[in-house]
């Protein structure tokens, strides 16, 4: 379970956007790591590829990509790592969008449940025939073992349909998918704090505000004292 605190909009918008634009940024002069953890490309005839195919997306290397003109290019919608000698998951947060995986044909002892938390449009899996499906076969809609490969299917929602408080989550919270078998909850309107225990507005003046001031005065010491260091040599 991830706990996620709610935060009111008092935040300073300048920060959010100066952050956003640093972080796509960096983002899109990044290669996307995933992509190139097998050699090879996504072929046609698998199943990422025909599913490609089938979505009118663009192929680069191990990737499958939405291929359209939104603002986000480097939309991941299928990842086929199979058959690249895998003993243990990488990372695959960059892939988190992917609607389709396949891992199969991968020497794998298992896979942790966390390496999937995040991947709330995961809907395919196919995965080595001695390999659980992430979360267990409660969290698929259909899980069966074909031609040596294990398939999981349709990701089922732990919360309730609703989006109403979950047993899952503390008192004025609300539940909502993180990834095969895993959830998050966030604080409902109005509360904030340790489980959600507080209520009323964040109190965001109030932290941030002492926060950079301090931080702006520390700068200013720091900026003397060089500036002193340069006059005295």
């Known amino acids: 379970m991830k706990m996620k605190a709610g935060h009111s ?3 300073p918008v300048v920060l959010i956007l100066i952050f956003n634009l640093c972080f796509n940024t960096s983002y899109l002069l990044t290669e996307l790591q995933v992509c190139k953890l097998c050699s090879g490309a996504v072929i046609n005839g698998t199943t990422v ?3 490609c195919s089938a979505s009118a997306g663009r192929i680069d290397g191990r990737c499958c990509f939405r291929n359209d003109n939104t603002t986000d290019p480097e939309h991941i919608i299928g990842l086929d790592l199979s058959n690249c000698s895998l003993t243990h998951l990488e990372d695959l947060h960059e892939a988190s969008t992917a609607l389709m995986i396949d891992l ?3 020497p794998f002892v298992n896979i942790n449940d966390t390496a999937f938390q995040g991947f709330v449009e995961l809907n395919y899996m196919i995965l080595p025939e001695d390999v659980v499906c992430p979360g267990g076969n409660t969290s698929w809609s259909k899980v069966e073992v074909k031609d040596g490969n294990r398939i999981c299917e349709g990701q089922k929602n732990v919360c309730n349909q609703t989006g109403q408080p979950s047993m899952n989550c503390p008192e004025n919270s609300l539940c909502a998918p993180y990834g095969p078998g895993s959830f998050e909850c966030s604080c409902a309107d109005n509360y904030h ?3 959600c225990l507080r209520e009323g507005k964040f109190p965001a003046l109030q ?3 002492p926060l950079g001031a301090s931080t702006v005065v520390i700068s200013l010491l ?3 004292t ?8």
């Open 104 to 106: 199969s044909h991968n």
């Open 222 to 224: 720091l900026w003397v």
């Open 207 to 209: 932290v941030f505000g």
């Open 49 to 51: 590829g025909e599913f």
């Open 226 to 233: 060089q500036r002193r260091k340069a006059k005295s040599l």
């Open 9 to 11: 909009q008092l935040e």
């Open 193 to 195: 704090g340790y489980k």
